[in-house]
């Protein structure tokens, strides 16, 4: 089946009109913009100086976060209470 008459001219047209397209090299991305959350330190209230580090939005929880998790050192869950990471 032979191909539309006034399609192969719009074709034929479009590749006149910009025979060199613009490329992008191939990973370019956009700056991306820091988020509100801020990386803090879970302590071990257990005192074996065990620790886990959380990411926490001060715009969703505006409280200290303490959160009941796995102390592998002492082998149980404990309490872990929230602390500035260094």
């Given at each position: 089946?032979?191909?539309?008459?006034?399609?192969?001219?719009?074709?034929?047209?479009?590749l006149r009109k910009n025979?060199?397209?613009?490329?992008?090299?191939?990973?370019?991305?956009?700056?991306?913009?820091?988020?509100?959350?801020?990386?803090?330190?879970?302590?071990?209230?257990?005192?074996?100086?065990?620790?886990?580090?959380?990411?926490?939005?001060?715009?969703?929880?505006?409280?200290?976060?303490?959160?009941?998790?796995?102390?592998?050192?002492?082998?149980?869950?404990?309490?872990?209470?929230?602390t500035k990471l260094r």
């Amino acid at each position: 089946v032979p191909a539309h008459p006034r399609r192969r001219a719009v074709d034929s047209f479009r590749l006149r009109k910009n025979p060199h397209p613009v490329t992008y090299p191939t990973g370019f991305a956009m700056a991306r913009s820091r988020g509100k959350s801020l990386m803090i330190k879970l302590l071990s209230e257990a005192g074996t100086g065990y620790f886990y580090v959380k990411r926490k939005n001060p715009k969703n929880i505006p409280h200290k976060l303490q959160l009941m998790k796995y102390d592998p050192i002492v082998r149980r869950h404990v309490l872990f209470t929230e602390t500035k990471l260094r």
